[in-house]
């Protein structure tokens, strides 16, 4: 139930922190996909279904706030979720290079889906401007927000595990 509270209350802070500074540290009206960084890191920490759950959150608070239809950032957050969870086997964590190719492919992916969705089905044909513009910059800057942000999970996530070692050991 801890880790559940914990959970939720690094999603509230990140959607605070995207709203609110992140705006202000906008470049050319790109900034970093906190609640992306979240979705992949806890997914990938702790599996396909907490991952997806996550997203579930994430994109509920993206929809509610920001998106026009409830339920598209929701399904978007949570097959990226789901996905990063699948690597959880391989999760090490000393090694920092698999969440940061990870967050950068599905920030890839995020972008990619939303042209398609967003701009292409409305007629919109212009890919390699909306690329280069908008989804690479801000592949690079939640990539650069990943160094410190994903750091910050990783000790949470090691303390929430140490307590749950200690708590399962008292009734073996």
């Not at 500074?21 to 992306?36: D, G, V």
């Not at 599996?47 to 997806?52: L, S, V």
């Not at 759950?53 to 509610?64: K, P, T």
Request: net charge positive; with cysteine; hydrophobic share 55%.
């Amino acid at each position: 139930m801890k880790r559940k509270i914990i959970t939720f209350v690094i999603i509230v802070v990140c959607f605070l922190l995207d709203c609110t500074i992140f705006t202000k540290l906008a470049f050319a009206s790109i900034k970093p996909n906190l609640l992306l960084i979240v979705t992949c890191s806890l997914g990938l920490m702790r599996g396909r279904k907490k991952g997806m759950a996550v997203g579930l959150v994430s994109g509920f608070f993206v929809d509610l706030f920001w998106g026009g239809t409830i339920g598209y950032n929701m399904l978007i957050y949570a097959v990226i979720g789901y996905l990063n969870g699948t690597f959880r086997r391989m999760f090490f964590d000393e090694d920092v290079k698999l969440p940061i190719a990870l967050i950068a492919v599905s920030d890839l992916i995020f972008g990619l889906v939303n042209y398609v969705c967003l701009y292409m089905l409305q007629g919109d044909f212009a890919f390699g401007t909306y690329l280069i513009h908008i989804i690479l910059p801000e592949v690079v800057y939640t990539v650069l927000v990943t160094l410190v942000l994903y750091q910050i999970i990783l000790q949470i996530h090691k303390k929430l595990e140490i307590e749950e070692q200690r708590s399962a050991s008292k009734f073996v």
